[in-house]
């Protein structure tokens, strides 16, 4: 009776939402541990967090408060904080046990800040090594030096995440760099040396130049298509006039800094620079296996690289400009030959009225050279996610139902 008791209670635990896909949480995970609060704290300001979450097999090397002060009183900037802390995040998962077993006795670790990019040379790695004793030391690589060493393990989880005390802050001239501050950085020359020329000199061009600028501070992420992507939209982007050429470039943009560690764990709706009131100018953000997409009524979007990630400027690149419904609303209406009911679950009522900026009228559009993904097909697959979302959730009423049947049958 107890058994089945206890197989009909893990049924049910396994059916209840939420509870079959469990990441870590750094945060969480440090919060129990109050001596380490300064060093959760920065890694809650500066993101990372949200990095070490969406990562696996990797080792936190937390320092605790007392061990904090001497890299506090350095008063880096964000951006170098960030550094430092991401030197302390181990793309490997080492445990006590291992710590204390490495193969001849020393091992160089990849740390975040390595993946990066910022480092260079060898200043992205930690050198571990086991000394006389039963001790184990940690250096930065790039120092040469064995700076801190071993205390305790605080969290295991095999071989998701390992969280370790270590005795102090590695010191590393480089992640401790001063960062140019990204309102210092010009997107568009970044943008042209990497593959988004014409995206660039769109920027530059239009007034919509003055909004990423003013917004660089705030917080801004910006999604930049490619220039083949580009190239092949040209003909419909110079029949934009001024202000639909300013909104479609804003559209590009999201006032808010968003990483891709971020965006993967946040899909959803998002507002863009163009959204304004009335005129809505926004996307959804949906993961497709390890892939982020961008969707909008019209074309679907992946993102394909970083050019920049500095919080709180992030710049990735896409393969498809991004075309609103509200420019390019031909593209969603009905054809003369395809099927009619196309554009009525997301199309907008046709009411453009109170746009306070830009004036941008939609321009029409033959459906002859709709993109690649037509809006039918995309419908139709929000349509099969929900259905599939609605049956999911009655199986899992269904069998917990079934579960709590079985239970008063045998108790
Ligand atoms: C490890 O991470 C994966 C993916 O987030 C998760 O499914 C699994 O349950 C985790 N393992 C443990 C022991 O938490
Ligand atoms: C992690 O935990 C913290 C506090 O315990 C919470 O505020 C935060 O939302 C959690 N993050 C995720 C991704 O669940
Ligand atoms: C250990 O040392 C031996 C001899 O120097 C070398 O061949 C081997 O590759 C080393 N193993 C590791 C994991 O570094
Ligand atoms: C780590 O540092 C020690 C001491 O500086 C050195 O002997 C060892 O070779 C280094 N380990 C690796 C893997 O580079
Ligand atoms: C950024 O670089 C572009 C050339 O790509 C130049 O035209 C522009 O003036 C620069 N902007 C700033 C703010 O320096
Ligand atoms: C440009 O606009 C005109 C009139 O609005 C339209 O007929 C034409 O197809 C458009 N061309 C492109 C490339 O979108």
Redesign the pocket.
Known sequence: MAAVTAVVISMLVLLLPGAT????NITSILAKFPEFSTFNHYLTITHLADDINNR?TITVCAVNNAGMSDLLSKHLSVYAMKNVLSLHVLLDYFGAKKLHQITNGTALAATMFQATGTASGSSGFVNITDLKGGKVGFGSEDTGRTDATFVKSLQE??Y?ISVIQISSMLPSGEAEAPTPEPAAVNITSLMSAHGCKNFAEALLASDAMKTYEDNIDGGLSVFCPLDDAFKGFLPKYKNLTVGGKQSLLEYHGVPVYQSMSMLKSSNGLMNTLATDGASKYDFTVQNDGQEVTIKTSIVTAKIVGTLIDQQPLVIFTIDKVLMPKELFKAALSPAPAPAPEADAPTAESPKSSKKKKHKSPPVSDSPSDSPADSPEGDVADQEADSNNAAEIKGFRFAAVALCFWFASLVM
Do not use: A, C
């Open positions: 896909v469990e990441g870590h696996q989880v095999p998701n």
